[in-house]
């Protein structure tokens, strides 16, 4: 079964600080892949996703991340981090159907300033 | 906001009753999508439906069923409940096909005492 994994449970940073997320999955074919955030008592909304193309995807709010194929990876990725990057992260894959999202267990980012 | 709604927001009950969620999907969206929240899982797909006819299932249990009804609202039943069955519910839509992104609602919170 497909299955995605998220290294850093918790990350602590102040601000100013660059973020990297790390995420992989297991399936080794075509993937649909995405990073949703859910802030403080909000609902998930998508950061970005990558389809296909260029293995570099930009989102909204700042953030990047880059598809690795051979390291069956999409880490998350902000240069300089606010305050209000305060939230879950959560990394997804579509599964083999197209159907479902599969997530990871999620990250928590706190930001000090 | 999503445009996704789910009521009630939080539900309070005792094991071994019956409960029903709601959703209501974006405006257009013909597929619905419940997920399960829970510490030690994490987010968890239950069931798909799209435009009123089940289409995938994920880990959903026998005592849980669900419904797309006409209007394109679909209900999240969950009948005798147990302890572990407190989580957080999502439900989310989207257009029709694969490749789209999944809009979440704000959750329905259950605790079951």
């Known amino acids: 079964a497909q299955s995605v994994s998220q290294h850093n449970h918790h990350v602590i940073l102040s601000e100013a600080a660059s973020l990297e997320l790390g995420c992989n999955y297991s399936y080794g074919g075509t993937v649909n892949l995405f990073w949703y955030v859910q802030y403080p008592g909000q609902h998930l909304q998508l950061l970005l996703k990558y389809f296909s193309g260029d293995p570099l995807v930009k989102g909204i709010k700042g953030f990047e991340a880059e598809f690795i194929k051979s390291k069956f990876s999409f880490n998350l990725r902000k240069p300089s981090v606010q305050w209000s990057d305060t939230a879950e992260y959560f990394c997804?894959?579509?599964?083999?159907?197209?159907?479902?999202?599969?997530f990871g267990k999620g990250t928590t980012l706190s930001v000090s300033s | 906001d999503s445009g996704v709604t789910q009521t009630p927001k939080h539900l309070i009950t005792a094991t071994g009753q019956r409960v029903t969620l709601r959703c209501s999907p974006r405006s257009g969206d013909l597929s619905v999508y419940w997920y399960q929240q829970s510490l030690d899982q994490g987010l968890q797909f239950l069931i798909h439906?799209?435009?009123?006819?089940?289409?995938a299932k994920g880990n959903i249990l026998e005592r849980f069923s669900a419904q797309q009804f006409p209007d394109l609202h679909s209900e999240l039943n969950l009948s005798s409940l147990e302890l572990g069955d407190s989580a957080l519910y999502f439900c989310a839509s989207s257009v029709a096909g694969a490749y789209n992104e999944q809009f979440f609602g704000p959750g329905t919170r259950l605790t079951v005492l």
């Open positions: 997804a894959v579509k599964d083999q159907a197209g159907t479902a999202l599969i």
């Open positions: 439906y799209y435009n009123g006819e089940e289409r």
